[in-house]
């Protein structure tokens, strides 16, 4: 996007009906100009530091008028910021960006479209009407649900056409739109649909006549659209349901893994609320630019891979420096992060815990050693083919230092040295972890049981989204689950949110839970298998043992 252009972008109507041209423009901007009827998530997609302005709509108070929002506009534009208009639908369908284009052009304000789904054709598609069919309805109106007040369209027109009539903004003037209709001829019989609040968990469709139609869409709930016509007979709604339809799940967490847990998610159907409430600041400096004395890196996230492996790339790190080395991770999410980076993981423990990943890799390093815990200078490193495309290596290291390591954490990492020293060589079974400084120390706890030498780095922190970074987002809604997936995130959370009564709490793990137990007696759900997928298998089971009960 140019400097000092203002992009008009249609958000579409609902959850994931944005296009990928208007998502690329909201990750550009440098402020975002938003109304109401939009995915809030879309404002999570932005750039760190961009500018939230909401102008939108609510209960018929304006929160700016439409003078004041194309000044404010302008007004970045000419500062050179890159602007994006977000609305509803298409800007263009009852959006008000005609005139907002006008007021660009006369301030001869660079400017540009990407069109939306408009609610007018997609709302009485999901919910079962085609707003054409052949011999039936060969063209569809949209009108504005004003047009009632007898300053909009002709009803004598309208009443004549043959095609499908669609009214957006209509709920509270339906009684009045069906009663002109009929009065210039239009059938009272005729076919006709409220539909309320589409694409929300509490969409529902009202099936009526014309004559009906002011009676039943007082029953209906704002947004709503009317749809008159022959086609409102049909009922052509999916028959393949997703298994999580209609359930709302809370993510929390960093905005890496809410949107990893969104995505999960939406592929069953729910509908998925991102609260990041984690924000990572990279210490990468703290990496060693020597990794001579180790033979294990440890990870214990997807965040730490990503940013080691990025640090990697800023310093112009071969990747076949790593030859010889083992890599050891804590789950198959972590595996999976370092897989993205053509590495397979040499180990992953049983259980995902810090404390089995600690005792696991310990025994296995010890094992790998001969059983005992001192180390020879001269050490052979082999990995086997699994059938899974695991490599086969077998390489021998001979380098000699003289450099005493103490047994436990590295000295230079800030920490009393534990256990005792053990002289050994470079070679050695020694474990470089890179991980957040928040940690837990049951890995480092195991690994000085079992007598391995390792060297913890912290390679990022994590840190509460501050209330002022969260000026202008979204508010908080009311889910049936919210998860969690660390002990940090837990605690950010509840500094800022209160648990919703209608929610079911999800931990990821044990240290987790026992940060939730400290923080609120509310039973939750922890899955057999600490990873996203657990999460969201747990869930899964969840709703279905429910819908057996009912």
Known sequence: ??????????????????????????????????????????????????????????????????????????????????????????????????????????????????????????????????????????????????????????????????????????????GAIAEQLMAHGKDPETPAAVLSRGFSREEKRYDCTLGTLGETAQKAAPPAILVVGDVAGFHMEATSVAPLRGVRVEVTGTEHFTALMQEKLLSLGADVVRTPCLRIHPTVDAIPFDFTPYSY????????????????????????????????VIGTGTAKALAEHGILADFIPSVYTSKVFGEELGANILEEKGGTGSVSSSTAVTCSSNGSGRRTETHRIHTEMSQTFPCGRDSDAGEVPMGTGISHGSEGANVLILRAREGSPELTEALDRAGIFYKDVAIYETGTFASEDQEGMPGHAACDYVTFSSAAGVRAYFQEHALEETATPVCIGPATAAQFERLSDRKYLMPPVHTADGMVATILAEVRDEELDC
């Open 1 to 174: 996007m140019r400097k000092g252009c203002v992009t008009l972008v249609g958000a579409g109507c609902g959850k994931g009906m944005i296009t990928v041209a208007g998502l690329l423009k909201i990750r550009e901007a440098e402020a975002i100009f938003y109304d109401d009827l939009i995915d809030d998530d879309l404002l999570l997609e932005a750039r760190e530091g961009c500018e939230f302005v909401y102008v939108g709509k609510r209960y018929g108070k304006m929160s700016a008028h439409q003078d004041e929002i194309e000044s404010m506009m302008i007004d970045r534009a000419r500062a050179g910021k890159c602007v994006v208009r977000l609305k509803g639908g298409d800007s263009f369908v009852f959006g008000r960006g005609g005139e907002e284009v006008l007021a660009l052009q006369a301030a001869d304000v660079p400017y540009e479209m990407v069109p939306g789904i408009s609610s007018s054709i997609a709302v009485p598609e999901v919910m079962g009407i085609p707003v054409t069919h052949r011999q039936m309805s060969r063209s569809f109106t949209v009108v504005t649900g004003h047009t009632a007040d007898g300053t909009g369209e002709s009803f004598q027109a309208l009443a004549s056409l043959k095609g499908t009539l669609v009214f957006l903004m209509g709920l509270t003037s339906a």
């Open 297 to 328: 890196f440890a990870f214990t996230s997807a965040n730490g891979v990503k940013l080691f492996f990025e640090e990697m790339k800023r310093r112009g790190v071969d990747l076949r420096s790593f030859y010889g080395k083992k890599f050891a």
